[in-house]
């Protein structure tokens, strides 16, 4: 059967598809994302399309209403193609580009700066490139091409004892290389412990050594382009995962991988797909080649590490939660086709335990929170909340399970962090009036996590809502944007004239419940984790914040709802992304990167499901801020 052709718009974009393919996958093809929380399992009702004409197979509805299906709407996922087609994409269904955090923040800034940790670990990169001259052959001098090179390198590194290796790619390619630049040639090697390795040979030139420092989130994938011989970032680039696709989350991942054969592959696929895009983009915009990058090092969560090395991850979601590794191996880029020197080794940071990962890892390192005595608590807010507690003494960690809310998912408007999306909101407490501010300064269409933090706040300080969550209708029988629906209770944030999807875009009670249990867990496993090594509170004398979410929240705010603990807001840092940050010191020096390799050893990983500790604390945390008011002195 001949593929049938499918249009989408508004692009008027026409690819073709087979039949039977989802329209989830057909878009996909076009290179339009939807969103699709569950990976396209059609229970979270995001991935809504119009289909203007054609007749396809509709294997489900999910949760659309009878009035959205008369109108046409179906669930991407859960319709295939059968025919032609032409599909309308609304915009709040799309995943477009989101604030991927790169560079750093006006917040706050690491009392040890980047270039002072670079040297205090010593600038000594995990890969060098030298020009070198090597004297013509002769029929009295016949000594071998290997034996040539290798003399001149071990003369000119001072390498003593440390083994040279050269593998067989790039011996093949040797005798002519040398030749053809008459003896005059620029040679890159990688530059570990145990041995150097000669992973490129070409024409003399004076351009610098490059590596990758790469960060592998779970909704976004970040790449630097380091300068090796400078540690500059001469150039970064960001874009979502398109991964994302398969699931928000890594268990929904996990579980597609693993369902079929061919799906493990095909989620690995996405996200080199991905990295490369992004290198390629680098390349362009620098006028350099893939042969000009020779090292690369990747930080991500367990989950995202061993989805880009395509292992198996299916032992993650199961009891008891075993990874394949913890400590990774680095592998040549070939193994899993980078866009670099194929030769060139690709480091990925290790893991503590199944939910604490390479990221986690990556920005311990670049805190420096092990090498003091003064006590930090490092928090990453997600999906995932992962955190890290300790000094140069002792370090623990743990994860707790956030859910989707604060990457927009379970909440009716969630969406990322995308242009209009709301990320502040102010209500005035009298007149209930709201202003908003939305990314991009376009029309709202949704709220992502940090405006749902304002918001949260917001709702409290005006009594719009008590401290379990529940709205107070009574209370404001004036106001329009108080209301009662068949099925729930609404607070309207826009109008639909004032906002870009041509409906009001609200948050309701059961929004606000599900907020509530994301803080929850987050402020429980603070909590849980402080009571197990007996440490106060006022103990830490600083509370480091990663990641993206993290780096646009309101300390005042995430206070006020019980996100984070009630200490001065002097005690807290926002650094951004800490595990690109630890990636590129990892790269650049060999010191950093086995103190990495150790402090994956070194923590503790403590499980919140052993006990009852941590679901003590959960209960106690679902309120607002805290069933304990005495937590949170300023907020009475």
């Known amino acids: 059967m001949p593929p049938f052709q499918i249009k989408f718009m508004p692009e008027n974009r026409i690819i073709e598809a087979d039949n039977g393919t989802s329209l989830l996958n057909a878009a996909a093809k076009a290179e339009i994302f939807i969103k699709s929380g569950c990976g396209g399992k059609g229970t979270c009702g995001a991935c809504k399309v119009i289909v203007l004409s054609g007749n396809p197979l509709v294997t489900g509805t999910g949760n659309l209403t009878p009035e959205q299906i008369s109108k046409g709407f179906r669930l991407a996922c859960q319709t295939l193609i059968q025919g032609d087609m032409t599909i309308e ?47 013509v052959p002769t029929l009295t001098e016949n000594t071998s091409d290997l034996v040539r090179l290798n003399m001149e390198l071990r003369r000119v590194l001072k390498t003593g004892d440390k083994p040279i290796h050269i593998p067989l790619s790039v011996l093949k390619h040797l005798p002519e290389t040398l030749r053809k630049s008459n003896w005059d040639v620029s040679v890159t090697l990688t530059d570990i412990d145990t041995a150097l390795t000669v992973i490129h040979v070409e024409p003399g030139n004076d351009r610098p050594p490059f590596g990758l420092a790469i960060d592998i989130g779970t909704t976004t994938v970040v790449v630097y382009l380091i300068n090796l011989l400078t540690g500059e970032i001469n150039d970064q680039q960001g874009s979502y995962n398109k991964q994302a696709k398969f699931g928000d989350d890594v268990i929904s991942r996990i579980v597609y991988a693993v369902e079929d054969k061919k799906h493990l592959q095909e989620i690995q696929k996405e996200v080199l797909e991905t990295i490369n895009g992004l290198i390629d983009k680098i390349l362009v915009r620098q006028s350099l080649s893939n042969t000009d990058i020779c090292c690369a090092m990747v930080a991500g969560n367990t989950t995202m590490t061993q989805l880009f090395l395509g292992v198996d991850p299916r032992y993650i979601r199961l009891e ?4 394949t590794m913890t400590s990774v191996p680095s592998v040549p880029a070939r193994e899993i086709g980078l866009h670099m020197v194929q030769e060139a080794l690709v480091h990925c940071f290790p893991s503590v335990a199944s939910y604490v990962g390479g990221d986690i890892v990556a920005g311990t390192l670049v805190t420096d929170l092990a090498n003091g005595e003064d006590i930090i608590l490092f928090i990453d807010i997600g999906t995932n909340g992962e955190i890290v507690l300790g000094n140069q003494d002792w370090l623990v960690a743990c994860a707790c399970s956030a859910g989707p809310s604060f990457e927009g998912g379970g909440i009716t408007f969630g969406m990322r962090a995308m242009p209009g999306a709301i990320e502040r909101v102010i209500i005035d407490p009298q007149t209930l009036d709201v202003s908003l501010k939305v990314v991009n300064n376009l029309l709202p269409v949704g709220i992502c996590g940090s405006g749902l933090v304002d918001c949260m706040a917001k709702l409290l300080g005006a009594g719009i809502i008590d401290r379990a969550g529940n709205f107070q209708l009574g209370h ?26 041509n409906q009001d875009v609200v948050i309701t009670e059961n929004d606000v419940k599900n907020v509530i249990r994301a803080k929850g867990a987050i402020y429980a496993g603070i909590r849980s984790l402080l009571n197990m090594v007996a440490v106060d509170i006022e103990m830490i004398s600083r509370i480091v914040i990663a990641g993206g979410f993290g780096n646009y929240l309101n300390v005042h705010d995430s206070v006020q709802i019980g996100l984070l603990p009630d200490l001065e807001q ?17 790269l650049l020096s060999q010191n950093a990167w086995r103190e990495a390799e150790e402090l994956g050893r070194k923590m503790t990983y403590v499980e919140l499901s052993v006990g009852a500790t941590f679901m003590d604390e959960y209960v106690s945390a679902l309120f607002l801020p805290h069933t304990d008011l005495a937590l949170f002195p300023s907020c009475c």
């Open 320 to 323: 008891p939660y075993i990874p």
């Open 476 to 501: 404001h029988s004036g106001s329009k944007r108080l209301r009662a629906t068949s099925d729930d209770k609404e607070f309207v944030l826009a109008w639909a004239h004032q906002a870009g999807g």
């Open 570 to 586: 002097e005690r807290f840092e926002f650094i951004g992304n800490s595990s690109v940050k630890g990636a590129r010191l990892a």
């Open 89 to 135: 994409v609304p915009l709040e269904s799309r995943l477009q580009e989101h604030q991927v955090l790169m560079g750093d923040v006006h917040k706050g800034i690491l009392r040890e700066s980047e270039h002072d940790l670079l040297e205090k670990f010593g600038h000594h990169p995990l890969a060098t490139k030298l020009r070198i001259s090597l004297s």
